[in-house]
Antibody, heavy 120, light 107 residues
């Protein structure tokens, strides 16, 4: 069955960087757009970034634009999120999620999430 | 950006009750709306897509309706497993945004 497994979360100091990964299995990864969605503790959901199935198209929330970079490795069925210049406002559980289409879609499958805590 | 506003924020109900949650978009999103259920410590689960299409495996007591700017999620007869937080999400244009959530509590 479909599995999305995030990793790479942890405690990081303000201003530092972190890389999250999402390992996909059980479906044809290269046919799906992939997203990162985050949820601050006790808060709602916030879309962070998207990458098209072939990796050519990307988009970011204004709150992370210029600081986060989304990428994917289709042969390795892996999605990444490089996060730079982290601040307290980036503290959240980060989920990877798939959609059928880059421009129009709903989140069919989600990972279990990985917690990023930005604190000194 | 399109803002999504859910109401109520919290809802107290009993098993067997009919429950309705409303989601309003700040501009028309046609039918590009999804509903998710989230339980504590878990990822969201897709319930409804395209405003009224029931995701495979989701019980038929969940019903979505609406178009344009006003949408509703109705649970026809609340079951013990339904106590959770529900989010709406539009996917009309980027950035895709979510409502703030509606927590359904036991009365």
């Amino acid at each position: 069955q479909v599995q999305l497994v995030e990793s790479g979360g942890g405690v990081v100091q303000p201003g530092r960087s972190l890389r999250l990964s999402c390992a996909a299995s059980g479906f044809t990864f290269s046919r799906y757009a992939m997203h990162w969605v985050r949820q601050a503790p006790g808060k709602g959901l916030e879309w962070v970034a998207v990458i098209s199935d072939d990796g050519r198209n990307k988009d970011y929330a204004d709150s992370v634009k210029g600081r986060f970079t989304i990428s994917r490795d289709n042969p390795k069925n892996t999605l990444n999120l490089h996060m730079y210049s982290l601040g307290a406002e980036d503290t959240a559980v980060y989920y990877c999620a798939s959609t059928y289409d880059f421009w129009n879609g709903y989140y069919v499958d989600w990972g279990q999430g990985t917690l990023v805590t930005v604190s000194s | 950006d399109i803002q999504m506003t859910q109401s109520p924020s919290t809802l107290s109900a009993s098993v067997g009750d009919r429950v309705t949650i409303t989601c309003r978009a700040s501009q028309s999103i046609s039918s590009w709306l999804a509903w998710y259920q989230q339980k504590p410590g878990k990822a969201p689960k897709l319930l409804i897509y395209k405003a009224s299409s029931l995701e495979s495996g989701v019980p038929s007591r969940f019903r979505g309706s609406g178009s344009g700017t006003e949408f509703t999620l109705t649970i026809s007869s609340l079951q013990p497993d339904d106590f959770a937080t529900y989010f709406c999400q539009h996917y009309n244009t980027y950035p895709w945004t979510f409502g703030q959530g509606t927590k359904v509590e036991i009365k």
